[in-house]
Antibody
Framework: QARLVESGGGVVQPGTSLRLSCVVSGVTLDRFAMHWIRQAPGKGLDWLAQSSVHGDIKFYADSVKGRFTISRDNANNTLYLEMNDLRPEDTATYYC??????????????WGQGTVVTVSS | DIQLTQSPSSLSASLGDRVTLTCRTSENVGEYLNWYQQKPGRAPQLLVFKGSALQSGVPSRFGGSGSGTEFTLIISSLQLDDFATYLCQQSYSLPYTFGRGTILEIK
């Protein structure tokens, strides 16, 4: 049974950077495509980024393209989200999420518990 | 981006009721529509994928159907654990998008 645990959230000022980490246990990370998804307070879910199994193919939502970078270290079973030029509208709970399959079919299970990022001056 | 519209936005129901939740997509997504359950303060959990395939471990009282632009999630007999928010999500094309959810409350 896979378990995903995010860390790295916090309160930061606009324009600064933050790196989120997601440690995967119970399975080897190199079996699954991976995603980051966020949920702003009281809002819906927004898919942000996808990484292929080997990290060579990446896709991003327009809202974060050029500012956020998804990466992975399969040897250490860890997924990352590097976030630059943070804005108040990036305030949200950020979820690390496994794709159902190595090929990236686009449905999500399991999810981490989330880490909260607050961007405020 | 493909827009997903869920109805109703909220629903009050009683234990044992049969409920039907609907998700409509702005474009044809074939069978690539998935359903999640989310409880307050928790991450979503996958219930149904590819329109009608039940995720392992999900009770058989949950069922999904539909294709194209209209999909339904049916809960055949509501249990206490089922009162939550239900979200649909399309996996037909990037960016993957979610509906705003149906909040299922106890009457």
């Amino acid at each position: 049974q896979a378990r995903l645990v995010e860390s790295g959230g916090g309160v930061v000022q606009p324009g600064t950077s933050l790196r989120l980490s997601c440690v995967v246990s119970g399975v080897t990370l190199d079996r699954f495509a991976m995603h980051w998804i966020r949920q702003a307070p009281g809002k819906g879910l927004d898919w942000l980024a996808q990484s292929s199994v080997h990290g060579d193919i990446k896709f991003y939502a327009d809202s974060v393209k050029g500012r956020f970078t998804i990466s992975r270290d399969n040897a250490n079973n860890t997924l990352y989200l590097e976030m630059n030029d943070l804005r108040p509208e990036d305030t949200a709970t950020y979820y690390c999420v496994s794709d159902y399959d190595s090929s990236g079919v686009g449905w999500f299970d399991p999810w981490g518990q989330g880490t909260v990022v607050t961007v405020s001056s | 981006d493909i827009q997903l519209t869920q109805s109703p936005s909220s629903l009050s129901a009683s234990l044992g009721d049969r409920v039907t939740l609907t998700c409509r997509t702005s474009e044809n997504v074939g069978e690539y529509l998935n359903w999640y359950q989310q409880k307050p303060g928790r991450a979503p959990q996958l219930l149904v994928f590819k329109g009608s395939a039940l995720q392992s471990g999900v009770p058989s009282r949950f069922g999904g159907s539909g294709s194209g632009t209209e999909f339904t999630l049916i809960i055949s007999s509501l249990q206490l654990d089922d009162f939550a928010t239900y979200l649909c999500q399309q996996s037909y094309s990037l960016p993957y998008t979610f509906g705003r959810g149906t909040i299922l409350e106890i009457k």
